[in-house]
């Protein structure tokens, strides 16, 4: 099991940047295949990207790609996520997640270890 612990939201206007950070630890760090996932008030929990465990390969969801980047590094066992040109509709809260069985997944079943989330509001 890995510890997640997810920091750096926070309110920004619409159109600006917002960085995420999530620390690990525990097990090996670089084992882990992670996910940042995101749920808005009364909706479902929505996948936003992933990052293979080496960091060689990433995937976003259409509603972020080219906005959002997915970074790792795993000397620091952290995983990042740049969001840049936020948008209203992406207001909510943001996890990381963590996947030990997996190369790299959109489907939240798929990952194991869950942070506690951290809130991100764009405002217009």
């Known amino acids: 099991q890995v510890q997640l612990v997810e920091s750096g939201g926070g309110l920004v206007q619409a159109g600006g940047s917002l960085r995420l950070s999530c620390a690990a630890s525990g097990r090996s760090f670089s084992s882990y295949s992670m996910g940042w996932f995101r749920q808005a008030p009364g909706k479902e929990r929505d996948f936003v990207a992933a990052i293979t465990c080496s960091g060689g390969n990433t995937y976003y969801s259409d509603s972020v790609k080219g906005r959002f980047t997915i970074s790792r590094d795993n000397a620091k066992n952290t995983v990042s996520l740049q969001m840049n040109r936020l948008k209203t509709e992406d207001t909510a809260v943001y996890y990381c997640?963590?996947?030990?069985?997996?190369?790299?997944?959109?489907?939240?079943?798929?990952?194991?270890?869950w942070g506690q989330g951290t809130q991100v509001t764009v405002s217009s």
């Open positions: 997640a963590a996947g030990t069985t997996i190369v790299i997944s959109d489907h939240e079943t798929d990952y194991d270890d």
